[in-house]
């Protein structure tokens, strides 16, 4: 670990990856994402399974999943291979309440 750099993000989970991912980006080159092994740092990110649901009642995350979706099929990861496997995903409902649910996501979807 550096004893100093211009920017320091403290936390390595899915947001300060992303964080330091847009500055590099935009040019920063000293950029340092807090400490903790990867890709394991304790937080939430290091044990999500990956869902990203394409529909959500609001539109801007709607857009905004499906944008990560096109992101991260982009990246590598460190063995050279695609870092995101686009796999699909399987719904079921076993309550009416969920079926509602489910059915009220097809409608968004198609919003
Ligand atoms: C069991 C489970 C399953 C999930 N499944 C999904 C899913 O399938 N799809 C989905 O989209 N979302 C899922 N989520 C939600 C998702 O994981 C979180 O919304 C997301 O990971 C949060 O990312 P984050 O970067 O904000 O936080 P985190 O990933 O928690 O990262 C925060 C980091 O900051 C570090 N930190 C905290 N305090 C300090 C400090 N003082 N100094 C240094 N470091 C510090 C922590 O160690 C950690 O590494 C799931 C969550 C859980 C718990």
Redesign the pocket.
């Known amino acids: 670990m550096p004893t100093q750099a211009d920017t320091v993000i403290?936390?390595?989970?899915?947001?300060?990856c992303n964080i330091a991912y847009r500055l590099t980006e935009l040019g920063r080159e000293d950029v340092v994402v807090?400490?903790?092994p990867m890709p394991t740092?304790?937080?939430?990110?290091?044990?999500?399974?990956?869902?990203?649901f394409q529909t959500a009642d609001s539109k801007i995350l709607t857009k905004f999943a499906n944008y990560s979706r096109k992101l991260y099929s982009t990246l590598e990861g460190q063995d050279g291979e695609q870092a995101y496997n686009e796999v699909g995903g399987i719904e079921v409902a076993w309550s009416e309440e969920r079926m509602d649910f489910l059915q009220r996501r097809v409608e968004w979807g198609k919003a």
Do not use: C, E
């Open positions: 403290v936390g390595a989970g899915i947001v300060g807090g400490q903790g740092t304790g937080g939430s990110s290091s044990h999500a399974p990956g869902i990203m």
